[in-house]
């Protein structure tokens, strides 16, 4: 065999920071350029290139972006041939600013220019030493041509339907980094989701900036299109070997009785609710710009209690807005003790430039937004360890993720109401089972925010 004309494949190392968005941005990069000849590598060193994905929603994720790309850029000073590449929401936001404060990128692209990677690095290769920025206003929308190479396990992947927002809410700059809300068609959402399934995912989790926007975008164009919330997630639930479907970011208003009276009609869609509430008083909602009242709030959690009594809800809180008083905070730990939350995310309120927020004159002190940031997850993690204990004695589904990263002694999984990387998992001590398997777990035990349970065998789901 003759081996003189084989060369050594190009490889890729990266790494993608942020939410599960930015994730899919990643794979679809991924899925370019192995077209383009390239080999995903799990080690930095030995890629010919290596791209950090980045984020820039607040300051401690801007942080972390630029920490990862310096220390990525210091593994060129044992191979300068190595090509750094930046993209994403930071140089999106920053642009030639952030190109000019690092010179150890050799490509900076912004989200909305990600897809076209692989052209930049073949332009990169004919104009050594230059850096090169692309950035476009974020108008690309995922298509059904669009390659992409799933990152994550096997079983389980993110399915993104579309991108940018419609709203303005006071604290947040995704639109002005990602734009306007795009919604791809039903068509081409199922499409993506057939060809999922048919590579072994079981399990797949909808995102977006907000599901329940899904599609307006498209009506407001065409009165006839028949993209909305309720319409995919119909159309998704009857895609064949498509065991779990989760949704996460649901705007409030947005939940309604049709799109519980799905849910509860079909056994794939779970029960799962990720609202991001960002405050309960309605004084505050309203400087926030979030259109809704504390009164809407409660019966949207009210349906969702009423007619799903074993469905599991997760919110986000924000500490620290603009002109917050104890009063307003006072009321919203209230809110969170009397709603019993199954799960409770909390951010110290970071003021952005170019938002509402950011203008406002009477912005809180960073020792107050700590304080309150603490009290919440306090009272959270208690409320959590009671939610948790309720399982004990109960036999729950589980998608087996593998071994525990605690100890080989132990499988991990997750039962519905857990979402992969933001909630807890299911410990199994007793049984056996391959990774991407759904069994039944008889729960033996709780902790603040994960459950350790045994499989029993004979409910094993095929």
């Known amino acids: 065999m003759k081996?003189?004309?084989?060369?050594?494949?190009?490889?890729?190392?990266i790494v993608s920071l942020g939410c599960p968005k930015n994730l899919v941005d990643s794979e679809i990069m991924l899925g370019s350029l192995k077209n383009d000849g390239y080999e995903q590598t799990e080690d930095a060193n030995e890629a010919n290139t290596i791209i950090v994905n980045t984020c820039?929603?607040?300051?401690?994720?801007?942080?972390?972006?630029v920490q990862t790309i310096l220390e990525?850029?210091?593994?060129?000073?044992?191979?300068?041939?190595?090509?750094?590449?930046?993209?994403?929401?930071?140089?999106?936001?920053?642009?030639?600013?952030?190109?000019?404060?690092?010179?150890?990128a050799d490509i900076v692209v912004g989200s909305g220019e990600f897809q076209n990677i692989a052209n930049f690095l073949k332009e990169s290769e004919q104009n050594p030493g230059k850096q090169l920025r692309h950035f476009h206003l974020p108008t690309y929308l995922q298509s059904d041509e669009t390659p992409r190479l799933n990152s994550g396990p096997g079983f389980r992947a993110y399915l993104k339907i579309s991108e940018g927002c419609k709203k303005r809410c006071a604290f947040c700059a995704i639109?002005?980094?990602?734009?306007?809300?795009?919604?791809?068609?039903?068509?081409?959402?199922?499409?993506e989701a057939k060809l999922l399934?048919?590579?072994?995912?079981?399990?797949?989790?909808?995102?977006?900036?907000?599901?329940?926007?899904?599609?307006?975008?498209?009506r407001r164009q065409n009165p006839e299109a028949v993209e909305s919330p309720v319409a995919l997630l119909d159309a998704l639930s009857k895609v064949p070997g498509l065991k779990w479907i989760r949704v996460l970011y649901l705007y409030p208003d947005g939940i309604n009785q049709?799109?519980?009276?799905?849910?509860?009609?079909?056994?794939?869609?779970?029960?799962?609710?990720?609202?991001?509430l960002q405050h309960v008083n309605s004084a505050v909602l309203k400087r926030m710009n979030r259109k809704m009242t504390k009164e809407e709030i409660v019966e949207a959690i009210s349906l969702i209690r009423k007619e799903l009594p074993d469905a599991v809800i997760r919110t986000q809180f924000i500490v620290g807005f603009p002109g917050e008083t104890d009063e307003e905070f006072?009321?919203?730990?209230?809110?969170?003790?009397?709603?019993?939350?199954?799960?409770?995310?909390?951010?110290k309120y970071s003021p952005e430039e170019k938002t509402a927020g950011f203008r406002m004159t009477d912005q809180i002190d960073e020792e107050t937004k700590e304080d309150r940031y603490n009290q919440v997850m306090s009272l959270q993690k208690d409320i959590s360890n009671e939610m948790h204990a309720r399982f004990v004695g109960q036999t729950i589904p589980v998608m087996v993720e593998g071994y525990s990263q605690e100890t080989e002694l132990l499988l991990e999984g997750r039962m519905q109401g857990q979402a992969p990387e933001i909630d807890g998992v299911v410990y199994i001590n007793d049984g056996t089972a391959s990774p991407g398997e759904i069994v039944m777990v008889e729960i033996t035990d709780s902790h603040d925010y994960d459950l350790v349970g045994k499989i029993i065998q004979e409910a094993l789901l095929i």
């Open 3 to 13: 081996t003189e004309n084989l060369s050594p494949k190009k490889k890729v190392h």
């Open 56 to 65: 820039s929603f607040i300051e401690d994720s801007r942080k972390e972006s």
């Open 72 to 104: 990525m850029a210091n593994l060129k000073e044992t191979d300068n041939k190595k090509k750094i590449v930046v993209a994403g929401c930071l140089p999106q936001r920053y642009k030639d600013e952030l190109a000019d404060s690092l010179p150890e």
């Open 175 to 191: 639109p002005a980094i990602r734009g306007n809300l795009q919604s791809r068609n039903i068509d081409a959402v199922v499409s």
């Open 197 to 218: 399934v048919a590579s072994g995912v079981k399990e797949i989790i909808v995102i977006s900036h907000d599901f329940t926007d899904y599609g307006w975008d498209l």
């Open 258 to 276: 049709e799109l519980i009276d799905l849910i509860k009609g079909r056994d794939n869609l779970l029960p799962y609710f990720d609202i991001p």
């Open 330 to 347: 006072e009321e919203l730990l209230d809110f969170i003790e009397d709603t019993r939350f199954d799960r409770v995310g909390c951010f």
